[in-house]
């Protein structure tokens, strides 16, 4: 039987709607708003009848709480207006005394059906959202899912992690996933660019340096492994580390200790690894660049993150997900995507990935005047994406003949870099040799372009 919660400050209106009910429902009854907020608070009711009247006692406070339950309102007072008020205020029904047995008995039973079919909805959504997202990542595409459920079956576990993928497929939101659904999830999550770091300074950031070690290391000071302790680090671009710096690392996934910089003390430390690289590592270390023993010690689960052009389901869903949380940062009123607009999202080639992706649903948000996103909002280069990249270099030198000429440069000189990405499998130090720039500027630039 369901449970009613009946609130009205007339005795004789009590009584009739108790009478009326108890043949079919559990009912309890209350006198004033102060009266039904105890009883809410202590039980947990199907459905509140309240008069108007009474609400309005104690309106914000008992409507908050009444809502959360689903609220048939009642005034012996009633007008249109106070009607549609009543609905705004999250009432399921609104009904003008005096009403038959019929009345409220139908009212009744469709607030109760309306209420099943909420909760059934938000299950519905919850058992969705359980198998679409983890922690701020969402996918329906089967690799990504399959991803999902490795993450699930060795976070709890203090195992190494290897992630792989291109830059941008959302490597670090997997390393947070891994943390935060892992027992260390109250301890530090400590997240370090090894690609970023010179490698003079890489050592010292990670490991920590003694006095005196180099000039400038005035005091002692700990790295990053002992500030993670009983929690997580996440090693970003560890292909791109020196193997002084391997060797060092090889030693804490074995031993669990560490020397700092220019010291001999060995300091334990208990702390979870995740590491994560754009490159092929096997093929570092076929070439020497990568330390074989330490490749097996980190390639305990290797967990890929597949491109975002090859996973075009999820698009629309990643699309909608940015828009809806760039209208609540923005204070837009944006409504979604127009088809030619989605289209040329699902259809883009996306070589920046999940992160390209989210940055032009950001720019699209900030720039339109309308309540639709239309082609018109997004980048031009994405119509290029998805055909040959240097034929779509001239094009798009043509089309942007009236802009000054630094920014009309762009957008081949972003192709460019791309193409030498890929053609040195996205090993930073060999496209940038290949560029005749240096590690810095190519770094600089993949930032500039979304291509990280």
Known sequence: MREILITDPDALAREQLLDLLESQHKVCVASCAGEALELMNQRDFDLVVADMNLSRQQESQFLKVAREVGVILTT??????????????????????????????????????????????????????????????IATDAKVQSVFKQVKAVAKTRTTVLVTGESGTGKTLLARAIHSQSGRSNGPFIEVNCGALPESLLES??????????TGAV????????????????????????????????????DRVLERVGGTEATPVDVRVILATNQDLTAEVSEGRFREDLYYRINVVAVEMPPLRERPADISLLAENFLRRFTRETGKNLRGFDKLAMDQLIHAQWPGNVR?????????????????????????????????PMTNSTDMVTRTETLPLKKALEAPEKLIIQQALDRHGRNRQDTARSLEINRSTLFNKMRKYGLL
């Open 356 to 388: 390209q992706l989210e940055n032009v649903i950001e720019r699209a948000v900030v720039l339109t005047e309308n309540q639709i996103i239309t082609p018109e909002d997004l980048p031009a280069e994405l119509n290029n994406t998805a055909s040959d």
């Open 219 to 254: 005091k002692d000071r700990p790295g990053k492994f002992e500030l993670a302790n009983e929690g997580t680090i996440f090693l970003d671009e560890i292909g791109t580390s020196s193997p002084a710096f391997q060797v060092k690392l090889l030693r804490v996934l074995q």
């Open 205 to 214: 950031e990670l490991f920590g340096h003694v006095r005196g070690a180099f």
């Open 76 to 137: 012996a007072f009633g007008t249109i207006e106070d009607a549609v008020q009543a609905m705004q205020d999250g009432a399921i029904d609104f009904l003008t005394k005096p009403f038959s047995d019929e009345q409220i008995t139908l009212a009744i039973e469709r607030a109760l059906e309306t209420r099943d079919l909420l909760q059934e909805n938000q299950n519905l959504r919850e058992a969705l959202d359980d198998r679409l997202r983890m922690d701020n990542m």
